[in-house]
């Protein structure tokens, strides 16, 4: 069993940033991808951007070149850095992660299906 948890979320205007984190707790010991999804109310969830037991590191189109996602070992813990953020990435975000799963499988396009741990969600508003 797999305990995560997101922090971070908050309302900024159209050009912010935040930082959002996602601690783990209570895990068994293993090689995870780690993933962010997003889903705005009378849309799909879509994934955001993962990394991979090794460190590689996936986005999705729209959010390519302003956010980055890394992982600290050390604090368990998964961030995804937001930078110059629209009105269009309003969304509760929300973290995943499953085991086994290396590059080609632990991408941005990985089905939300795929991830067997989730948090419940941090709230990103954006106002223009």
């Known amino acids: 069993q797999v305990r995560l948890m997101e922090s971070g979320g908050g309302s900024v205007q159209s050009g912010g940033s935040l930082r959002l984190s996602c601690a783990a707790s209570?895990?068994?010991?293993?090689?995870?991808?780690m993933a962010w999804f997003r889903q705005a109310p009378g849309k799909a969830r879509e994934g955001v951007a993962t990394?991979?037991?090794?460190?590689?590191?996936s986005y999705t189109t729209s959010t390519k070149g302003r956010f980055t996602i890394s992982r600290d070992a050390a604090k368990n813990t998964l961030y995804l850095e937001m930078n110059n953020l629209k009105p269009e990435d309003t969304a509760m975000y929300s973290c995943?992660?499953?085991?086994?799963?290396?590059?080609?499988?632990?991408?941005?396009?990985?089905?939300?299906?795929?991830?067997?741990?989730w948090g419940q969600g941090t709230q990103v508003t954006v106002s223009s």
């Open positions: 990394i991979d037991p090794d460190g590689t590191t």
């Open positions: 209570d895990y068994t010991a293993g090689d995870y991808c």
């Open positions: 995943a992660a499953v085991r086994g799963r290396w590059m080609a499988l632990c991408t941005a396009d990985t089905g939300a299906g795929a991830f067997n741990y």
